[in-house]
């Protein structure tokens, strides 16, 4: 009896730590955006393939961040974002004539809180990425 009452001690203590969240958060901000081009923009967050989170509409020039909360684990993250532009939501990239990408992709371990920081540099072609 003692050695099921540990072993079920030992099982729900695994998938107990199994099942702990970490904090993904995502911020992000533009630099140089030329007066008159504000766009209205948001930011998709993907984790292995599947949406986990979308920032609310907002113009270029106000910072913002989102977060997620997923299973420890290694995951394919990808940050997409989209601009308003001539009545439609696009991908900010290069092929679609913008300055810059607008998408970030990494595998990561998630094991504890991770904050990714993205700072589209209109004058430059790939964001400046900070990972902690």
Known sequence: MKHLILALTIACTTMSFAQKECKLTVNYSFKNIQEGYD??????????????????????????????AVPRGKYEVRVINMTYYEGKWEERSIANGYSTEGEYKENILLSKKKSITLVFDLNQADPIITVK
């Not at 766009?39 to 997620?68: F, L, N, R, W």
């Open 39 to 68: 766009h209205k923009t948001k930011t998709m967050v993907y984790v292995d393939g599947a949406i986990a989170a979308e920032s609310t509409e907002h113009v270029q020039s106000m910072p913002t961040k989102i977060s997620v």
